[in-house]
């Protein structure tokens, strides 16, 4: 499960909702598939100028999955001398597609997070994702960075 923020290049930043599966290779290495959504804002230019939208409400969604390889920075957290939790953390790098402006591109992600395992078998973890992509929505095609921020649980079975 995730929640968190995305920071749309040229538009605002905006609620993100969506969903991870990891599988950990080893105490290293973990492999993870991410789907996330969210709904674009108005541009700068929409706002200033009050005029036409820029894109339709459909054109506004912005919706992406990769594939990601991970890997685990491990170490413990020391809350008090008593509570003492493991931790990792990690770096991810993966590529995917996101679906935005009417348009699929080919994305590469680059990220990194904090894991705090409070159990066997649950964990929360913090992280931040750049999505990267090229994109002409504008007008002149550019590289496209769309910082992701996102709070998440994990269950381990």
């Known amino acids: 499960m ?7 290049e ?3 930043s905006s609620m993100l909702v969506g969903a991870r599966a990891a599988y950990h290779v080893n105490e290293d290495f973990f492999v993870e598939a991410t789907y996330g959504q969210a709904e674009a ?5 929409e ?5 036409a939208p820029f ?5 506004r969604d912005y919706r992406y999955y990769n594939v990601s390889l991970g890997y685990n920075l491990n170490g413990e957290t020391f809350f008090t001398d008593r509570w003492v939790f493991n931790s990792a953390t990690y770096l991810t790098l993966g590529a995917g597609s996101t679906e935005f402006g009417g348009d699929e591109r080919f994305t590469v992600t680059l990220g990194a997070g904090y894991r705090l395992l409070l159990t066997d078998f649950f964990a929360l973890h913090i992280n931040m994702k750049d999505h990267l992509f090229n ?6 095609e550019k590289t ?3 910082i992701e921020y996102g709070l998440g649980a994990t269950f381990f079975f």
Do not use: M, Q
């Open 41 to 45: 804002g108005e541009t700068s230019f």
């Open 55 to 59: 894109l339709t409400d459909a054109e």
């Open 135 to 140: 994109s002409e929505l504008i007008g002149e």
């Open 144 to 146: 496209t960075h769309n």
């Open 10 to 12: 040229d538009f605002s």
């Open 2 to 8: 995730l929640v968190g923020v995305i920071s749309i």
């Open 47 to 51: 706002v200033l100028s009050g005029g």
